[in-house]
């Protein structure tokens, strides 16, 4: 089972991408996309340093998603007002260092991406010597908050989705 | 543009105020590039266009189609979805970058608290 299917999740994904860009529920697309959903994960696989992602707990990772998406909204109010209100040299921008325990490349991953999309926020390295985050951030006004904010709105929910065995498990079995 | 006319009042004006406010989330993007002094504040500005505006564009799209059409049209979700995953990695390759030219190019539109901060980070990663 997991040869031909190395990772379910892409392959619901790939089925669903396929039926919706072709807009179509005909029994032909269902075939045509059950292909490519077979396929392509098994072709890619060499292709990924680190095996797929075993997401352990799918509602954690809705759950999630559906935080950082009212955040981006959120966000994007803030920063709107302060590109529009505020003195450009007013703005307080600073990097942070963020201390990490998050460790699979997987989570890294995703939350590099959750933190790039919510604006305000950008990603600029994980310092490799102590595993810190450096985050630069649009308008600081606690760094103490900010910490707080990432570690336990987005860095635990992460270490959640992707718990325990996906890190020893993945060599092993992939 | 016949099938404009036959939208009902209602999708018309979901259609309407999604494109308007989706145009001037994506204008404020833009109007932050041109406002911000430094790099680092600039690299946020478009953020804001990505998120909210390409997503209340979309949904704008959908709605009208789906309307027109009277069928479900949702694969504009596609888009938003490309989007999302795309433009992040973007805005990572293009700030490290900056970081890692700053130091040597001692780029005058940095300001001097980012180069201190940047030097140290360029240190840490010359090991």
């Known amino acids: ?174 | 543009m016949n099938a404009i006319d036959t939208l009902p009042w209602w999708a018309a004006v979901t259609v309407a105020f999604l494109l308007v406010l989706g145009g001037l989330i994506t204008l404020l993007g833009t109007v932050g590039l041109l406002r911000l002094q430094t790099f680092y504040q600039r690299i946020h500005g478009p953020a804001i266009t990505i998120t909210l505006g390409t997503g209340c564009i979309l949904i704008a799209s959908m709605v009208y189609f789906t309307v027109i059409q009277s069928r479900p049209v949702i694969h504009e979700i596609l888009i938003g979805a490309f989007v999302l995953m795309t433009a992040p990695v973007v805005s990572m390759l293009i700030m490290r970058a900056a970081i890692y030219r700053a130091p040597r190019t001692g780029d005058a539109a940095l300001t001097a608290r980012d180069t201190t901060q940047t030097q140290g980070l360029s240190d840490d990663q010359d090991r």
């Open chain 1, 1 to 174: 089972m997991r040869r031909w299917f190395p990772s379910p999740m892409l392959s619901i994904g790939l089925l669903l991408m396929w039926l919706m860009l072709n807009q179509s529920l005909a029994l032909a697309h269902w075939l045509l996309g059950g292909v490519l959903a077979i396929v392509a994960p098994v072709l890619a696989r060499p292709l990924q340093p680190h095996g797929y992602a075993r997401i352990a707990r799918p509602l954690a990772l809705v759950r999630l998603l559906w935080m950082s998406t009212i955040e981006i909204v959120r966000s994007c109010f803030n920063v709107s007002q302060i590109i529009l209100f505020r003195r450009a040299d007013g703005v307080n921008s600073q990097f942070i260092r963020i201390p990490l325990d998050l460790h699979s490349p997987h989570g890294l991953a995703l939350l590099s991406c959750l933190i790039n999309m919510t604006p305000g926020t950008v990603w600029v390295d994980l310092l490799p010597d102590r595993h810190e985050l450096l985050l630069h951030v649009f308008d600081l006004h606690d760094e103490r908050w900010w910490v707080e904010t990432i570690k336990t709105r987005y860095e635990r929910p992460i270490i959640e989705v992707f718990e325990a065995p996906a890190a020893p498990g993945q060599g092993g079995k992939a």
